[in-house]
């Protein structure tokens, strides 16, 4: 009964003010929470969508699990492929190289896989620009790298390029220079673009004669691509623990920083942005004091008709919540439709001032991700900070002392 009343009495003052400039202030304060949780929303999809991106485009080339050592257990890494989680089991070789062309010189990682197989690059053959994974089986000694890289160069489809393999040796590194023709062409739109280069294993040198001489310039090894990446240091730890002679590496190991620096950063985003939320709340504080002191008389009435300062309290909490919760759902309402139609909103802003936000990326549109779980959150810290500010004001309406208001 009393709640029901309370809330009655909440939205009666909602609709009816003497003093406009306090309604101002109120509605002022709503629309600045309402752009905070929208700006929240948006950014925080957004960079759910980089960090989808990256992982889609970087964990879909990069080794999920290496054993970088061929193992004498050859009949136990064949039973892996029979593990729930790993999707194949291929041959690979890893090394460190540099390829050149016409005095140009640039650091590559030097993938190399089973001619006539995608060695589990099956997420780079979709990213091919200029030829496929097949054209490392054609006669002669076939390679291929990014796009990027590539144009860095000054290379086309079929020009021929030098690639230094370094062969530790007693007396310090032996350089070892191979001939090899550019195949095609990939562009993943990530750091790869720059820095990956595929051939076949069998175009190492001493491949042919001897499978296990290509060790001298880098890891042969088996690559194991997993159903969920993300599950890579499970499998890992699950596999070590099975087999605890194999060396194994996960892709944590090369690329987890990265991913790490993404999820701080989006936290940090999070922060600073809540912060913007906060203000927009507190100010909710002003706008309510206001609606308080313009109902003194009022409060002083209904404490002599008999209610009780919970009562009042909860009338003016109740009128807090409900201008904030609206603000908050306005705010999350606006900010998925925003986060859905961000690279159409992108485009508008570069045909307006004649700049794209994206140039000089790989992103040709902006990555967008809208997690329900971050909705959540940014509606239950936004409504929290609310609950508060609007807990304020109530209890000072609460206090009030009726004879003053009667006087007032």
């Not at 089991?89 to 590559?108: L, Q, S």
């Not at 100010?283 to 004091?289: E, K, L, P």
Request: proline letters at 4%; glycine letters at 10%.
């Amino acid at each position: 009964m009393k709640d029901s009343v309370a809330l009655s009495l909440a939205l009666r003052y909602l609709r009816k003010r003497r003093r406009k400039f306090a309604a101002f202030i109120t509605w002022v304060s709503v629309i600045g929470l309402s752009l905070g949780v929208l700006v929240l929303t948006v950014v925080l999809s957004v960079m759910n969508g980089f960090d989808a991106e990256l992982k889609t485009r970087i964990l879909g080339t990069v080794p999920h699990i290496l054993l970088p050592e061929r193992t004498a257990a050859e009949v136990a890494v064949a039973a892996l492929q029979d593990h729930p989680e790993i999707r194949s089991v291929d041959d690979f070789f890893t090394g460190a190289g540099m390829v050149t062309r016409g005095g140009g010189v640039h650091p590559v990682s030097v993938y190399g896989i089973v001619a006539g197989e995608d060695g589990g690059l099956s997420q780079l053959s979709q990213h091919m620009v200029d030829g496929s994974l097949a054209d490392l089986d054609n006669p002669g000694r076939n390679l291929i790298m990014g796009a990027p890289l590539a144009n860095l160069l000054g290379l086309l489809a079929g020009d021929q390029l030098a690639l230094v393999l370094s062969e530790p040796t007693p007396a310090g590194l032996n350089p070892q220079l191979l001939r090899f023709h550019l195949a095609g062409t990939f562009e993943l739109g990530a750091e790869l673009d720059y820095s990956l280069v595929l051939l076949a294993i069998d175009d190492l040198p001493g491949a042919l004669e001897d499978p296990a001489s290509v060790e001298r310039f880098g890891s042969r090894g088996v690559r194991l691509q997993l159903s969920n990446p993300l599950l890579a240091a499970g499998v890992a730890a699950e596999l070590s623990q099975q087999h605890p002679d194999w060396r194994i590496e996960s892709w944590a190991s090369s690329y987890g920083e990265l991913f790490q620096a993404v999820r701080l950063e989006k936290a940090l985003m999070f922060l600073i942005l809540l912060l913007v939320v906060a203000v927009a709340a507190f100010n909710i504080v002003s706008g309510q004091m206001m609606i308080v002191t313009d109902k003194k008389s009022d409060i002083a009435i209904l404490r002599t008709m008999g209610a009780t300062a919970s009562t009042i309290h909860r009338t003016f909490l109740l009128q807090g919540l409900i201008v904030s919760t609206f603000g908050i759902l306005f705010g999350l309402l606006g900010g998925v439709l925003a986060a859905n139609w961000i690279s159409d909103l992108v485009a508008i802003l570069k045909d307006w001032f004649g700049f794209g936000l994206l140039d000089g990326t790989f992103f040709v549109e902006v990555p967008s991700r809208v997690e329900s779980m971050d909705l959540f959150l940014i509606g239950a810290l936004s409504w929290s900070l609310c609950l508060f500010s609007a807990w304020l004001p109530a209890r000072r309406a609460a206090r009030l002392n009726p004879i003053e208001g009667l006087h007032s």
